[in-house]
């Protein structure tokens, strides 16, 4: 069984920086691409960034580019998402995914979920 960890969530102001990881087992962080998510309140699942094994293609959701950042430490079995000038709208729980088949866009593209992290930013 294929288990996700994330963490690195919390509560921060509007115009901090966070880090999230997500940690798996080390056969799929050196060989599947690695997905994050975000649901906010009363909002559906959202694409947020995906990696590939090595870190040499990555793909963000545009209206994150500049502000968000994915990478990963096969070595550490760890991907992160580094998040900077966050804002309210950047309140979810965030998720990471591996085993994405038919696409990495859509939640129901990943065979495996971690539990989530919330991230909470006050105004």
């Known amino acids: 069984q294929v288990q996700l960890v994330e963490s690195g969530g919390g509560l921060v102001q509007a115009g901090d920086s966070m880090r999230l990881s997500c940690s798996a087992s080390?056969?799929?962080?050196?060989?599947?691409?690695v997905g994050w998510f975000r649901q906010a309140p009363g909002k559906a699942r959202e694409f947020v960034a995906v990696?590939?094994?090595?870190?040499?293609?990555?793909f963000y959701e545009d209206s994150l580019k500049g502000r968000f950042t994915i990478s990963r430490d096969n070595a550490k079995n760890t991907v992160y998402l580094q998040m900077n000038s966050l804002k309210p709208e950047d309140t979810a729980v965030y998720y990471c995914?591996?085993?994405?088949?038919?696409?990495?866009?859509?939640?129901?593209?990943?065979?495996?979920w971690g539990q989530g992290t919330q991230v909470t930013v006050s105004s």
């Open positions: 995914a591996v085993g994405p088949s038919g696409g990495y866009r859509r939640w129901t593209d990943y065979r495996y």
């Open positions: 990696i590939n094994w090595s870190g040499s293609t990555i």
């Open positions: 080390i056969r799929t962080f050196s060989s599947d691409p």
